[in-house]
């Protein structure tokens, strides 16, 4: 379906380059780490324009943003749109942060151009989707989702020991909204691909059909400290030996099982971390995706298994705990048609795709018929500062979400 609602490429654009001068890094992309000084800002920012255009706003109590646009018929479930505004340490101007402007942009070009639609239309920015500060990824829509316990949540702490729970609370974000618990009419959300299938075959409209499931572990090798120069080869427990060979097995766990299977360590520490101590302990996280269970499944076991040998050679005591488990999703069938038949009546190209990365969608198609519209970045490259997409492609992909959003607010009860 297509509208005869445009909305504003450039003001989008302008947008999304002036959200990502909050914790602009030198390489050009942006490190705004959840719940920090600068995600306060980049949220007061998201308020104060969103108030510009019209909408009131809530904080829930997990810190999450909702601006609302009234409905015609205000006891319609909203139809909701949104993403996250929290980056990787080394994170682009584009992951999450589009998805929040385009909402932005279809609240704004409702507002301009007076269009009132039957049910009310909601802009989410959800709490740390990253999971980089905190794991796991995505709790803000997880929690929102009944997923993740709350308490549980907010008990959570970094690596500094701080816990979510203060961090909410110092930046001032702990709303007084229940989290949840209210339904949701359908929750749709622009992204990035953040892969290389939409630049390599010329689409300008990824219509997502749903995500990969996700195991992620945090691992812990102990063996024993001692004297680097002293200690003969054969009688070390060397935990960081371990890690490397158990790091190389992951690898190994992916490419045995290509082209779908991810297997990644993305965080090593080595104590105590002296040059001439052997290392007595080592932490690290694994994660693994597939977008098959039962080959998640596999993964899983064979890794339990090398992790056990490894540690056995090397006489290591290994501690895995599995940290989230995230299934398979697929998508709600009649909002995919809906992004679907909308990229089509623009005569934008387009191709169904399966989502590699987590998104807050995935949560919220727990709660509510959900669906995602990708479009292409440069080389398919993302959490990585030189993340970047085409001004036209960004434009598309939000128009795509208006057509798509209206449909749905104004479709009969
Ligand atoms: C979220 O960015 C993910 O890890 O997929
Ligand atoms: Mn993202
Ligand atoms: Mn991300």
Redesign the pocket.
Known sequence: MKTNLTINGQRLWDSLMSLAEIGATAKGGVCRLTLTDLDKQARDLFIRWCKEAGATITVDSMGNIFARREGRDPTRPPVMTGSHIDTQPTGGKF?GAYGVMAGLEVLRSLHDMEVETEAPIEIAVWTN???ARYAP?MTGSGVFAGVFDEAETKAKTDRDGIAFGAALQKIGYAGDAACGGRPVGAFFECHIEQGPILEAEGKTIGIVTGGQAQRWYEVTLTGQESHAGTTPMERRRDALLGAARLIDNVNHIGMTRLPSARATCGVIESYPGSRNTIPGRVFLTVEFRHPDEAELADMDATFRAQAARIAGEIGLALEIKEIWHFPATPFAPECVAAVREAAAARGYPHRDIISG??HDALYMARVAPTAMIFVPCDDGIS?NEIEAAKPEHIAAGCQVLLDAMIRRANAPK
């Open positions: 992951d989707e990253e999971g990824a990365a987590g959490h």
